[in-house]
């Protein structure tokens, strides 16, 4: 009885925990070994898209360390369809730090701070099937330390008229 109440509870908090989330497609961070973003490493991400006639917004995901020693971060995404082809590729400039005051942006306590940035959105996908994103680092330097993870998140915008997420 006493594993079953438990059962029931688990099941109950991941609903609960899911249910607020429904309109994501995918999200996935990469973790970049000893907090390094080299120009070598390509965090990629594979996800499927099932529906060609929603809209959706894809986000860059970066976590930071307040070590981290430019206020802003150069990242190149390319996002590829299921036949391989190039859909998007777009160099993005997303500040991890107020350029005049230095104090961290994002979501974070002490020195560790998390970023979601808008990268496209209303984008409609041509083709069902399974798509691939590429991150790159571009910034002027080869290793990048002070880059904890890297990643992406691909949301289904709400239709007009429909009910919002809860």
């Known amino acids: 009885m006493r594993a079953l109440l438990f059962s029931l509870a688990v099941a109950a908090g991941v609903l609960t925990l899911t249910g607020c989330d429904r309109n994501r497609v995918f999200e ?21 898209i099932t529906d060609t006639a929603a809209r959706y917004t894809v986000y860059l995901n970066v976590r930071n360390t307040t070590s981290y020693r430019f206020y802003n971060l150069f990242a190149k995404l390319t996002i590829t369809r299921p036949d391989g082809s190039i859909m998007r590729r777009k160099l ?22 998390d970023h979601q940035f808008v990268a496209i959105q209303h984008l409609k996908f041509p083709q069902v099937g399974t798509y691939k994103a590429v991150t790159e680092q571009y910034m002027r330097v080869s290793v990048l330390p002070d880059i904890m993870a890297m990643g992406l998140r691909v949301e289904r915008e709400q239709a007009p008229g429909e009910a919002a997420a809860k």
Not at 28 to 48: A, C, G, H, I, Q
């Open 92 to 113: 993005y400039n997303m500040n991890l730090l107020d350029p005049i005051t230095g104090e961290p942006l994002g979501k974070g306590t002490g020195d560790i701070f």
């Open 28 to 48: 996935e961070n990469t973790d970049l070994k000893d907090y390094v973003w080299r120009v070598t490493d390509r965090p990629t991400f594979s996800f499927p």
